[in-house]
């Protein structure tokens, strides 16, 4: 059972930078490919970011590609993604999840069902 909990979200202004980080426990984090969500008010889940198990590779929603960055380092079992050039229809509450990698399988890093544990999610406003 792989534990997640976000932290760094917050208020910031338009064209602000925020970096949110995820801690794991209770696994073995290097086996995990982590990706990053958002879900604003009365809309669906929405893919962010991703990372693979061994950090080599990333991939991004179109409407943050160039602006966020994700990144891992295994050693502190520790997930991030940096926001810059935040804007207001950033807003949302942010969630980190995993997916267990297995052997052999394609990781559709996009879809929200593909992964096991999800964080409880940190609130991320934009305004000004």
């Known amino acids: 059972q792989v534990q997640l909990v976000e932290s760094g979200g917050g208020l910031v202004q338009p064209g602000g930078s925020l970096r949110l980080s995820c801690a794991a426990s209770?696994?073995?984090?290097?086996?995990?490919?982590m990706g990053w969500f958002r879900q604003a008010p009365g809309k669906e889940r929405e893919f962010a970011a991703a990372?693979?198990?061994?950090?080599?590779?990333?991939y991004y929603a179109d409407s943050v590609k160039g602006r966020f960055t994700i990144s891992r380092d295994n050693a502190r079992n520790t997930v991030y993604l940096q926001m810059n050039s935040l804007k207001p229809e950033d807003t949302a509450v942010y969630y980190c999840?995993?997916?267990?990698?297995?052997?052999?399988?394609?990781?559709?890093?996009?879809?929200?069902?593909?992964?096991?544990?999800w964080g409880q999610g940190t609130q991320v406003t934009v305004s000004s």
């Open positions: 990372i693979k198990w061994s950090g080599g590779n990333t």
């Open positions: 999840a995993a997916y267990p990698a297995t052997y052999g399988r394609t990781w559709y890093w996009g879809h929200w069902n593909e992964y096991t544990y």
């Open positions: 209770g696994g073995t984090f290097s086996s995990y490919g």
